[in-house]
């Protein structure tokens, strides 16, 4: 048996749905669609009114899902950027990781990249600073070379 605040909330519940919906606020949809409530409410109303709330909500959750494999992606993406030795591109494709649609999983591959990222950063700057003192050592012999080779 439904009383009429339940259904009273239904209708509210399903004009909120539509507006998000207007806004394209897919996080506010989601945060809806989380509530076990939304779908016995949306169960009272006649099938023409909740189609569209029903439709808006699995919407969000496609929406969600592609952040979700767009995360995914850019992980995959900095991982071979980094066995590449190109940090740059590591460095942008981590910035770009969106940490609301993280899963657990995808969470810890993150914090696994980041510390991989550090350390090849490190390992970057050491080789630069022995690069470096390398080529002040021998600089004075190179430049005896050269002066030789033009005269």
Do not use: C
């Amino acid at each position: 048996m439904t009383g009429e605040a339940d259904i009273d909330a239904a209708k509210e519940l399903n004009r909120k749905i539509l507006a998000l919906a207007r806004e394209h606020d897919h996080q506010g949809l989601l945060e809806l669609d989380a509530d076990p409530e939304t779908g016995r409410l949306l169960e009272l109303l006649p099938e023409g009114m909740s189609g569209a709330a029903t439709t808006h909500l699995q919407g969000a959750r496609v929406w969600r899902r592609r952040k979700e494999e767009a995360n995914v992606r850019r992980l995959d993406e900095a991982r071979d950027a980094l066995a590449a030795f190109d940090l740059e591109r590591a460095r942008s494709l981590l910035l770009r990781v969106e940490n609301a649609f993280l899963t657990t999983e995808t969470f810890a591959d993150r914090d696994r990249l980041l510390l991989d990222f550090e350390a090849r950063s490190m390992e970057n700057e050491e080789l630069q600073n022995s690069a470096s003192e390398i080529l002040e050592e021998h600089l004075p012999r190179w430049r005896r070379w050269f002066r030789r080779r033009r005269s």
